[in-house]
C-alpha cells in the first residue's frame, strides 16, 4: 500500500498479483491495505490481512493487536463480476458478416481486426464482446495478468 504522511495506509493497484506472488514464493500471510484485503483475498492459501494505518501493523508485528484474515469466497466474486449483459449482440442491426467473425474469433480464441469508415459499427461490435464471451475461471485470471 502507499503510506500516507499521517500513517495512514491507502489502496494500490495491482495487490491480486502481489498476492499470487507471495503465495508463490510460500508466504503464508500478506499485510494490505484494509481498501484492497477482500481483493487480495481471492488467492486461496494464503491470509491476507487488511490494515488502515502503520499502527495496526506495528501492533501486529508486536503481538499487541490480533488482525483477522479476510475472507472471500471466489465464486461469489466471480459471479458478481460476470454476466455483463448491459451490451448485447442483439443490439447490432445488420453488419452479419461483422458479428460471426466476431463469434468465430471469440470462440476459438483467436485476434479479432475490425476495419471500416467510421460510423460502421466497429466499436459498437468490440464493445458486445464481453457479452458473447464464457466467464473465465480463476486460473485464467491469473494467467492474464
Known amino acids: 500500500g502507499e503510506l500516507g504522511l499521517d500513517g495512514r495506509v491507502t489502496a494500490i493497484s495491482g495487490v491480486?498479483?502481489?498476492?499470487?506472488?507471495?503465495?508463490?514464493?510460500?508466504?503464508?500471510?500478506?499485510?494490505?491495505?484494509?481498501?484492497?484485503?477482500?481483493e487480495g483475498a481471492v488467492v486461496k492459501g494464503i491470509d491476507v490481512l487488511g490494515v488502515a494505518h502503520?499502527?495496526?501493523?506495528?501492533?501486529?508485528?508486536?503481538?499487541?493487536?490480533?488482525i483477522e484474515p479476510t475472507e472471500c469466497i471466489l465464486e461469489e466474486v466471480?459471479?458478481?463480476?460476470?454476466?455483463?449483459?448491459e451490451n448485447d449482440f442483439s443490439d447490432i442491426a445488420g453488419q452479419s458478416a461483422a458479428k460471426r467473425a466476431a463469434e468465430i474469433a471469440v470462440s476459438g480464441q483467436h485476434n479479432l481486426i475490425i476495419t471500416g469508415p467510421p460510423g460502421s459499427g466497429k466499436t459498437m461490435i468490440a464493445k458486445r464482446l464481453p457479452g458473447i464471451m464464457p466467464d473465465m475461471t480463476f486460473e485464467e485470471i491469473k494467467q492474464s495478468l
Open 16 to 38: 491480486l498479483p502481489i498476492c499470487i506472488a507471495a503465495k508463490d514464493a510460500g508466504f503464508e500471510r500478506v499485510i494490505v491495505p484494509e481498501d484492497n484485503a477482500m
Open 54 to 66: 502503520v499502527l495496526d501493523v506495528i501492533e501486529y508485528m508486536l503481538g499487541v493487536k490480533e
Open 78 to 85: 466471480l459471479k458478481e463480476s460476470s454476466g455483463n449483459t
